[in-house]
T-cell receptor, first 113, second 108 residues
Framework: DVKVTQSSRYLVKRTGEKVFLECVQD?????MFWYRQDPGLGLRLIYF???????EKGDIPEGYSVSREKKERFSLILESASTNQTSMYLC????????????FGSGTRLTVV | KNEVEQSPQNLTAQEGEFITINCSYS?????LHWLQQHPGGGIVSLFM???GKKKHGRLIATINIQEKHSSLHITASHPRDSAVYIC??????????FGTGTSLTVIP
């Protein structure tokens, strides 16, 4: 089974801190994604990457950046955390452009105080 | 306007009942996913379908491309089915639209 592992289940950070959310997949998937999930809004795409060092903005990239130095790892960075970034963050991966099968991580619930 | 609409938003059922969750979408799709999210947990993909019907155990998913509508059915529901069920529509490339989810509670 493909595994998508997110490094933390729960995180509490202070306003202004730089926050790193890590995601690792173990099946050589090309595409990786970061979503945030908020009540009533569903999942919204922040960034995605289709190859090492490649990234594309999703629907809500403001306040976030990403890094993909290795194929298996996709990091989401909050340069200066704010309270409106308190959310559930979900990482996902898929094999290729033509493969619409997604595998999701278990999520990181981030609280910014 | 949401590209993907789910109904109902919340659903409570007695154990053993037959459950239906609906998903309507307004965009052209490549594939539609039904996802399951347990409280505090990650998301698991239940089905990916682009036509017809798929069955896995007590779960059945159907899609009508012409009507832009999909349903997820759960037969003989059980408390362990309690979760949020999310409809996701693959549009082009890796662009997905997600419904806001249906929260299902099955009471023993």
């Amino acid at each position: 089974d493909v595994k998508v592992t997110q490094s933390s289940r729960y995180l509490v950070k202070r306003t202004g801190e730089k926050v790193f959310l890590e995601c690792v997949q173990d099946m050589d998937h090309e595409n990786m994604f970061w979503y945030r999930q908020d009540p009533g809004l569903g999942l919204r795409l922040i960034y995605f990457s289709y190859d090492v060092k490649m990234k594309e903005k999703g629907d809500i990239p403001e306040g976030y950046s990403v890094s993909r130095e290795k194929k298996e790892r996709f990091s989401l960075i909050l340069e200066s955390a704010s309270t409106n970034q308190t959310s559930m963050y979900l990482c996902a991966s898929s094999l290729s452009w033509t493969d619409y099968g997604y595998t999701f991580g278990s999520g990181t619930r981030l609280t910014v105080v | 306007k949401n590209e993907v609409e789910q109904s109902p938003q919340n659903l409570t059922a007695q154990e053993g009942e037959f459950i239906t969750i609906n998903c309507s979408y307004s965009v052209g799709i490549s594939a539609l996913h039904w996802l399951q999210q347990h409280p505090g947990g990650g998301i698991v993909s239940l089905f990916m379908l682009s036509s017809g019907k798929k069955k896995h155990g007590r779960l059945i998913a159907t899609i009508n491309i012409q009507e832009k509508h999909s349903s997820l059915h759960i037969t003989a529901s059980h408390p362990r089915d309690s979760a949020v069920y999310i409809c996701a529509v693959g549009h082009t490339g890796n662009q997905f639209y997600f419904g806001t989810g249906t929260s299902l509670t099955v009471i023993p």
